[in-house]
């Protein structure tokens, strides 16, 4: 199936710094978005972008997060500063339209906040 | 409240019988989208099939297919045949309507296939 593509893999911070994460979306898709995972337990919306704007947050959207995707490059999720409880896999998903149509995923980007 | 239930937490069965698992939702649109999905053991995740709550048939793809059960807001995941690797968690999404874009997830169930 389609492929997304999350870089890094894996990213082990301070606290207190900022981290980039950045996601490769299916070529063909608008719809852009990020999802929390804390181990072991359920995905969590994060954010949906499209046409260069977020469409919908959630309350885990601190105000230390911003997403962009500028020039049609990577998708990234910025969070500035970063905190202990930011620890989680981030999921960056993309879908062709918005109606229904399911999402595909990426690996994942497990960020460590030490 | 849009909410996604799923209750079981873990469940096994033997190789090349047929497994269900459970799902139950809460919305009060009229119109939505239902979702499963697995998370293999590296993490991955892969959908696997869709139901659109307007479609009275029930979904199938491959070994998969879904009980619909509309009135009781439930979305069984049924795999027939299993293989061993199909053992991953298995979680239920749900999406609302034309007007979000969310997902909202079970908590998963954990299947495991044994040889």
């Known amino acids: 199936g389609p492929k997304v593509l999350q870089i890094p893999s894996h990213q082990i911070i301070d606290m207190g710094q900022m981290v980039t994460l950045n996601c490769d979306p299916v070529?063909?898709?608008?719809?852009f978005y990020w999802y929390k995972q804390i181990l072991g337990q359920q995905m969590e919306f994060l954010v949906n972008f499209y046409n260069g704007k977020v469409m919908e947050k959630s309350k885990l959207f601190k105000d230390q997060f911003s997403v962009e995707r500028p020039d049609g490059s990577y998708f990234t999720l910025k969070i500035q500063p970063t905190a202990l409880e930011d620890s989680a896999v981030y999921f960056c998903a993309s879908s062709l339209v918005l109606g229904g149509r399911e999402q595909y995923f990426g690996p994942g980007t497990r960020l460590t906040v030490l | 409240a849009q909410k996604v239930t799923q209750t079981q937490t873990s469940i096994s069965v033997v190789e090349k019988t047929t497994v269900t698992m459970d799902c139950v939702y809460e919305?009060?649109?009229?119109?939505?989208?239902l979702f499963w999905y697995k998370q293999t053991a590296s993490g991955e995740i892969v959908f696997l099939i869709r139901q659109d709550s307007y479609k009275k048939e029930n979904a199938t793809v491959g070994h998969y297919s879904l009980n619909f059960q509309k009135p009781k807001s439930s979305i069984g995941l049924i795999i027939t045949a299993t293989q061993i690797e199909d053992s991953a968690v298995y979680f239920c999404?749900?999406?609302?309507?034309?007007?979000?874009?969310?997902?909202?997830w079970g908590s998963g169930t954990k299947l495991i296939i044994k040889p």
């Open positions: 999404a749900m999406r609302e309507g034309d007007s979000n874009y969310q997902l909202i």
């Open positions: 919305t009060r649109d009229s119109s939505y989208f």
């Open positions: 070529s063909n898709h608008l719809y």
